[in-house]
């Protein structure tokens, strides 16, 4: 039966009446015991750096839960690594300066040749309490070498026990083995997906045997849905629509309330026939519109005489071709404008001049012999006479 509350979960309660194969304590590189941890806060340490292999750094502690801590490494940001307690990484910083210098970290932000004058400044005694900011050396009581397994016990289906090292937490969670490969052991977290998967070696200080989240008392996170009672769905009704009164409209966005023209009021549903244009008869002229009408083209119907009916006369204008060549040619009078009807300056007709008889043929030619040297003179069109112009 599932437990009420999460700190009642445990591998029996858990596994019940399944049966599991845990991983033995000597597949699992850690003390047999539960390790004192003795550690405090803003503590000085020697601490190895996880990217640089053999490396000795100084580093303090920022957080200490049950038996782990939380160290950083002195004169790097975001650089926060957690331990066991009783780790083979950590060392007692009076050890470690005898032995010889300090490594700065990898991304050390001051001067890396100047590193031990930095360590010199940060392991100053507090001049308040003038107290040691190292770690006394009996804090540390580091892991036996001789725990290290001799060779990869882990198979697939086995049981253990992993904290969450993404968010890490003073609590561990149920796991299983999914794969070996050599030293490599690939570990589940039970009810969640791969993705979710640690991947280390067998000689990892964060695989703990079945049973240690007992021992050290930690909350054991149950698998997710764990206790849920499966309880089937029920089937959905059709649900019965009930005709609704309409009781508002909306008006230009706002709900007013509507005014019925009588007390009973409007179905929702009820239908009401659409409005259809009206059709005109056959024969019958549509109707005529007050709105003046544009002109399509070109009006034809306008009186171009005297006798119309607009109090201005409709005189014909002039083009604009003929206004260009007026003022860019200057006008010179031919024999076609001096045999026309009328002149050009004047608008009335003139009546015509009694025609002349015609002189004989020799005459004529005794006329054009006679005037062959003679000098052509260009007169006006004005001063020219119908009576001067004669054949």
């Known amino acids: 039966m599932a437990p009420s509350k999460d700190d009642e979960f ?10 599991y194969t845990p991983a033995s304590q000597e597949a699992f590189y850690q003390n047999p015991e539960i390790p004192e941890n003795r550690f405090k806060v803003g503590k000085k340490v020697a601490i190895q750096d996880p990217r640089v292999p ?18 950083s490494l002195s004169g790097e940001k975001f650089a926060e690594y957690w331990l066991n307690c009783d780790d083979e990484t950590l060392w007692p910083l009076s050890e470690v300066i005898k032995e010889g210098p300090l490594q700065p970290p990898k991304n050390f932000e001051g001067n890396p040749e100047k590193y031990m004058d930095y360590v010199d400044q940060q392991l100053q005694y507090d001049e308040d309490t003038e107290e ?38 003073a609590e561990l ?12 052991v690939n570990v589940g977290f039970d009810g969640w997906g791969k993705k979710f998967d640690m991947t280390d070696t067998n000689e990892c200080r964060f695989f703990y045997p079945v049973g240690t989240a007992k021992k050290i008392g930690v909350r054991l996170v149950p698998p997710p849905g764990y206790g849920a009672k499966a309880t089937p769905k029920p089937k959905a009704t059709p649900k019965t ?11 230009n966005g706002n709900s007013a309330a509507a005014t019925p023209a009588s007390s009973k009021s409007t179905p929702i549903n009820k239908t009401i026939p659409a409005k259809t244009p009206r059709k005109s008869a056959v024969g019958t002229s549509p109707k005529k519109s007050t709105a003046p009408l544009k002109p399509a083209g070109r009006r034809t119907d306008l009186k171009r005489n005297n006798s119309a009916s607009s109090s201005e006369p409709d005189e ?19 024999l076609a404008d001096a045999l026309a009807k009328t002149t050009p300056s004047s608008a009335k007709k003139t009546p015509k ?13 005794d006329d054009h012999h006679a ?9 006006p069109a004005k001063d020219i006479k119908p009576s001067d112009l004669t054949c």
């Open 371 to 379: 005037n062959s040297h003679s000098e052509i003179v260009l007169l």
């Open 132 to 169: 040691d900011p190292r770690a006394p050396p009996e804090w540390f009581n580091r892991i036996s070498p001789k725990l290290k397994p001799k060779e990869n016990l882990f198979k697939p289906g086995m049981k253990l026990e992993v904290p969450d090292l993404k968010r890490f937490k």
């Open 173 to 184: 969670y149920p796991a299983a083995v999914r794969s070996v490969n050599g030293n490599i």
């Open 316 to 334: 014909k204008k002039p083009k604009l071709e003929d206004i260009k060549t007026a003022s860019t040619k200057k006008y010179v009078p031919s």
């Open 10 to 19: 445990d591998w029996e309660t858990y596994m019940g009446d399944k049966a």
């Open 54 to 71: 053999d490396s000795k750094c100084l580093g303090h502690i920022i957080t200490v839960d049950k038996i782990w801590i939380c160290v």
């Open 353 to 365: 001049s009694p025609a002349k008889k015609r002189k004989p043929i020799s005459s004529v030619a």
């Open 241 to 251: 629509k009930t005709p609704k009164t309409v009781t508002e409209k909306k008006l």
